[in-house]
């Protein structure tokens, strides 16, 4: 049977973290579709349009020939369903991610019973990034090679640049 995953997020922007998880799950799946969230919670606001999110998205994960990059706006469940898929991935990078994601699983598995919540974790280089840091390190100057694709640098720099 083939198995599609969707790995849903704000991907504001996306980093190498992001990819990282990305790389490890395209091995494991036939098919993994990247749900780049239009409504990402309502604490959230994002810095990038949901459009330039998804084209960052693209450029970075484009050299895996079974990833496709999705905007979603609607329920991420009635997503899921949308797509087909019988699993959703989402990363777990340190104890303090837990909690909010077992909320997410718990709260995804009442909506959509058939379709399992994973977890995999990144590369230990990487367990300590997250967008809003990197956003905030662009913000003030601080170089964020490390963390982002090149592309997504040169849209923090312009973006960073015109406020
Ligand atoms: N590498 C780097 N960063 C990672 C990471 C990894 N492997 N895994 C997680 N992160 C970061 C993200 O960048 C994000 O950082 P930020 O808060 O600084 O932006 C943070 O960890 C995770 O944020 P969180 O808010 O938990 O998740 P998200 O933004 O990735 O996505 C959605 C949340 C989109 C999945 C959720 O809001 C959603 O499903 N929205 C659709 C509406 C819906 O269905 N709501 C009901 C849900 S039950």
Redesign the pocket.
């Known amino acids: 049977m083939s198995i599609t995953v969707v790995y849903?997020?704000?991907?504001?922007p996306v980093?190498n973290?992001?990819s990282?998880?990305v790389e490890r799950a395209a091995r494991l799946f036939d098919h993994l579709i990247v749900g780049v969230?239009g409504?990402?919670?309502a604490t959230?606001r994002p810095v990038f349009t949901l459009d330039e999110r998804v084209a960052l998205c693209a450029d970075v994960l484009g050299h895996l020939p079974n990833v496709e990059v999705r905007p979603f706006e609607n329920?991420?469940?009635d997503f899921v369903n949308e797509c087909g898929a019988q699993v959703i991935l989402r990363?777990l990078?340190a104890v303090s991610?837990f909690e909010?994601e077992f909320q997410?699983a718990s709260?995804?598995r009442q909506?959509v019973p058939g379709v399992e919540t994973m977890f995999l974790t990144?590369a230990e280089q990487?367990a300590y990034?997250?967008?809003?840091?990197v956003r905030e390190v662009a913000a003030l100057g601080g170089d964020v090679t490390r963390f982002v694709h090149p592309c997504v640098q040169r849209a923090l720099d312009e973006r960073m640049a015109r406020s």
Request: no cysteine; charged share 15%.
């Open positions: 849903p997020g704000t991907f504001d980093t973290g992001h990282d998880l969230a409504y990402p919670g959230k329920l991420l469940a990363g990078r991610d909010h997410l709260m995804n909506l990144p990487y990034i997250s967008s809003s840091l």
